[in-house]
């Protein structure tokens, strides 16, 4: 009697377990997660891990941890962020449900979300003004940024940065020291030694049309050029789109400030 008592009890405060939508996580993963971890769980790329037959628990419980900040990673940190509870065990239990993915096997890039409507702003050097530079030191590269007449005016005025705004960068390879350190020039930044690619993020009319809001920048795109001034090819628009998301308070621009400030 006491043992059947007990059990009584322990039934009557565990908490009881809601069953996961996994059509409903399919959905959302067709939407937003597809655009990293693929539809069914086989990543775009061998930087992103694959989530198929994943344990729902630990997807689960990474995802909580994402959405806290106990687990630091800018991308994910803005995408768990926009999760309810309901949505995490349905996203887990959708993954779980895929079979594992083959060695060396990718899903492709989904085209919504890797289209983008940012061209090469030719001429930059003459016509937009120079507004920052940083040093990246994981990378040993130092980077020159650029934004236009558009850009800087509404940055200085205190407003949004309007339709037709373009920031851009110069992305360059430090030059290195004989212990294979960057050489710092006498403005604190590193010397630059040889281009190596360009970025650049734009805004134009109804260009965040077609992304998932979870990802959209209202109408901002971004691309990544090669030194002949081509789309650098295989970029996935969707890692700028998430890392730029929680700027929505300051144009999505993380350099909005140094812009304003800008001679």
């Known amino acids: 009697m006491k043992i059947v008592l007990g059990l009584s009890i322990v039934l009557a405060i565990a908490p009881v377990a809601q069953a996961a939508d996994v059509e409903a996580g399919k959905a959302k993963v067709a939407t937003v997660c597809a655009a990293c971890h693929g539809a069914a769980g086989v990543s775009v790329s061998d ?54 993915a083959a ?14 409507s940012v061209t090469f702003p030719e001429g930059y050097k003459d016509t937009f003004t120079k507004y920052h530079t940083i040093n990246f030191p ?21 407003k949004p940065l309007p339709e037709d705004s373009v920031l851009f960068a110069e992305v360059y390879a430090a ?14 930044f590193y010397v630059a030694e040889k281009l190596i690619l360009y970025t650049a993020m734009a805004r134009g009319a109804g260009w ?45 621009t993380f350099t909005l400030k140094q812009l304003a400030d800008a001679k």
Request: aromatic letters at 6%; one cysteine or more.
């Open 138 to 158: 994981a990378t040993k590269q130092v980077r020159y940024y650029y934004a236009n007449k558009a850009a800087v005016t509404s940055a200085k005025a205190g």
């Open 175 to 188: 030059k290195l020291d004989a212990e294979n350190k960057p050489v710092m020039g006498g403005d604190g």
């Open 208 to 252: 965040g049309r077609d992304i998932p809001e979870m990802l959209r920048n209202g109408d901002w795109n971004y691309a990544v050029f090669t030194t002949d001034k081509q789309h650098r090819p295989g970029v996935n628009q969707a890692e700028c789109l998430a890392c730029h998301k929680p700027l929505d308070k300051t144009s999505y």
């Open 103 to 116: 060695t060396g096997a990718k899903s492709a890039l989904l085209p919504n979300v890797v289209k983008t």
């Open 47 to 100: 930087a992103i891990p694959n989530l198929a037959a994943q344990r729902p628990g630990y997807i689960e419980a990474q995802l909580k941890a994402l959405k806290d900040g106990t687990r630091k990673n800018a991308i994910m940190n803005a995408i768990a962020a926009q999760l309810s509870a309901e949505d995490m065990a349905n996203v887990a239990a959708y993954f779980a449900a895929q079979t594992g």
